[in-house]
Nanobody
Framework: QVQLVQSGGGLVQAGGSLRLSCAASGRTFSTYAMGWFRQAPGKEREFVAAISWSGALTYYADSVKGRFTISRDNAKNTVYLQMNSLKPEDTAVYYC??????????????WGQGTQVTVSS
């Protein structure tokens, strides 16, 4: 069992930056792939970024590539999403997720509670 607790997010102007954190419970965090997804009102949950258990592999949605960076600190049981050059279309509820297999679709077994990111124009 893995519990994910998210922090960060909030309101920022276009062009600004935010960092999301996702802290995991349990001793097996380092064996899980981690992903970030987002869901805007009236839209389906979409993939943002993912990272392998070791951190050696990362994947990004085309819409965030070059602006967002996913990273993890296995010693702290935490995964991060650094978001730079934010755009109004990045506004959504962001979710972190964990599973033994890395995926770019929302099939992860464990999910965080979600955190709102709002980018004003």
């Amino acid at each position: 069992q893995v519990q994910l607790v998210q922090s960060g997010g909030g309101l920022v102007q276009a062009g600004g930056s935010l960092r999301l954190s996702c802290a995991a419970s349990g001793r097996t965090f380092s064996t899980y792939a981690m992903g970030w997804f987002r869901q805007a009102p009236g839209k389906e949950r979409e993939f943002v970024a993912a990272i392998s258990w070791s951190g050696a592999l990362t994947y990004y949605a085309d819409s965030v590539k070059g602006r967002f960076t996913i990273s993890r600190d296995n010693a702290k049981n935490t995964v991060y999403l650094q978001m730079n050059s934010l755009k109004p279309e990045d506004t959504a509820v962001y979710y972190c997720a964990a599973d033994t297999l890395l995926a770019t679709i929302p099939k992860y077994k464990y999910w965080g509670q979600g955190t709102q990111v709002t980018v004003s124009s």
